[in-house]
Structures are given as structure tokens and as C-alpha cells.
């Protein structure tokens, strides 16, 4: 009936003009790939590169490393606009949870501060990679700092853009482990990912840095 009905006529039109081919699947084609297939994902990647591009700095410094894939740079962009799912976030969306308390140690509400830093398993984490790379505790730790700024104790350049990256491959992985525990129930303790974090961070720099050859010990 009515606005309905015509779009419905329209439709069928449209539809009658569609070949279709009985021994060929489904498909969308655009001139976005390089193969010429559409992809959800290859949409998502355009959408995030042409976002993490237009907002590649903040007020306190830059959001790109060069020396992490580019999904670490995104979800650093994210952490630092605050756009992550965290439960509260959920909660104001209507999602009917069961409780908004962090899922790791349930002692407080699920924050993005709290998640990636506060809470005490993560907190621990965050003081074994400062131990690896011999960074003083800082008395007030903060998360925006911390990912952007707190490279004060080294002389380098080259020396702060690693351990930024370092910094960035921890949170990221920090994040995956909670959705791990969140989706998965999969359990997990300090050591195995502090390991995992310097193994990944050293992978990621070694394989990226263009100004010199990275070794384990250096």
C-alpha cells in the first residue's frame, strides 16, 4: 500500500534488469580491490585507515607508529577517543548484563582507564614491562600518557619510538586476553602475557624499523 507499494514496483524492476548466471555464486563488485570483489572487510580496513588518517594527532602528540600493524594504531586511536566496548558502555546501550564490575578482578566498574591499566592483574603487567625496559614507575600513571607521552626517560629518538610501540603492543594485547576472559572464559596469568608482549613487540619493531637492525638484545 501506498510508499510501500511503489518502492515494491521499483524494486521488481530493478530486479528484471539483474542477469543472473545459474553455475556463477553471488557476488558485488567494486573498484576498491584490487581483484575487484567486495568484501566486508575490505571495507572496514578503508573506513579505519581513512579515520585513523583524519585524526592521526591529538593534542598531546601523534597516534601513528610505524613499528606496530596498522590494527594496533587503530585500536590505539579508539582507546584514546574512547571508543572501546567496555561493559559500561554496553550497559548505557541497554545491553542486559549481568554485572558491570571489570571482568578480570570484579573489585570496580569496568572504565577504559581501569581496564587497560588500574586493574591490578593489567597494573601488573604494565610494572614487569617497565622492569624489562628499566623505566621508573611513574607515581601517577596515566593512559594517555602513558600511549602517547611517556618517554621521558630515554634520549633517542629511535629509543622512544620503540618503546612507544612496546607500550602499544602492550595494551593491545592487554585487551585481547580481557575479551579472551569476556567471550571465551579463557584464563590467563602475569608471566605467560609479559612474555607474550615482548615477544610480539620485538617481532612487530624487529620486522618494521627501516633505520637499523633490531636484535633481541638491543
Not at 587503530?74 to 554485572?99: A, N, P, Q, T, Y
Not at 624487529?206 to 637499523?212: D, I, L, S, V
Amino acid at each position: 500500500m501506498g510508499r510501500a507499494g511503489s518502492e515494491l514496483d521499483e524494486l521488481q524492476q530493478l530486479l528484471k534488469s539483474v542477469p543472473v548466471c545459474a553455475d556463477q555464486s553471488d557476488l558485488w563488485c567494486w573498484n576498491v580491490s584490487s581483484k575487484s570483489i567486495f568484501k566486508t572487510k575490505i571495507l572496514s580496513d578503508l573506513i579505519n585507515e581513512k579515520l585513523l588518517c583524519s585524526n592521526a594527532s591529538t593534542s598531546s602528540g601523534t597516534i601513528r607508529n610505524s613499528l606496530v600493524p596498522k590494527k594496533v594504531e587503530i585500536f590505539v586511536w579508539r582507546v584514546l577517543k574512547g571508543k572501546i566496548l567496555i561493559l559500561v558502555e554496553l550497559d548505557k546501550r541497554g545491553v542486559d548484563l549481568h554485572s558491570v564490575c571489570c571482568p578480570i578482578c570484579d573489585n570496580d566498574i569496568e572504565s577504559i582507564s581501569h581496564s587497560l591499566l588500574s586493574c591490578e592483574k593489567f597494573r601488573n603487567v604494565w610494572l614487569k614491562i617497565f622492569d624489562w625496559w628499566s623505566v621508573p614507575r611513574p607515581p601517577n600513571l596515566d593512559l594517555r600518557s602513558l600511549l602517547i607521552t611517556n618517554s621521558w626517560h630515554l634520549n633517542s629518538d629511535m629509543g622512544k619510538h620503540i618503546w612507544q610501540a612496546v607500550t602499544w603492543t602492550c595494551v593491545y594485547l592487554l585487551w585481547k586476553n580481557r575479551n579472551e576472559k569476556v567471550f571465551k572464559n579463557k584464563d590467563w596469568n602475569v608471566p605467560v602475557a609479559v612474555r607474550e608482549i615482548q615477544v610480539k613487540s620485538f617481532e612487530w619493531v624487529a620486522r618494521r624499523c627501516k633505520e637499523k637492525v633490531i636484535d633481541w638484545n638491543s
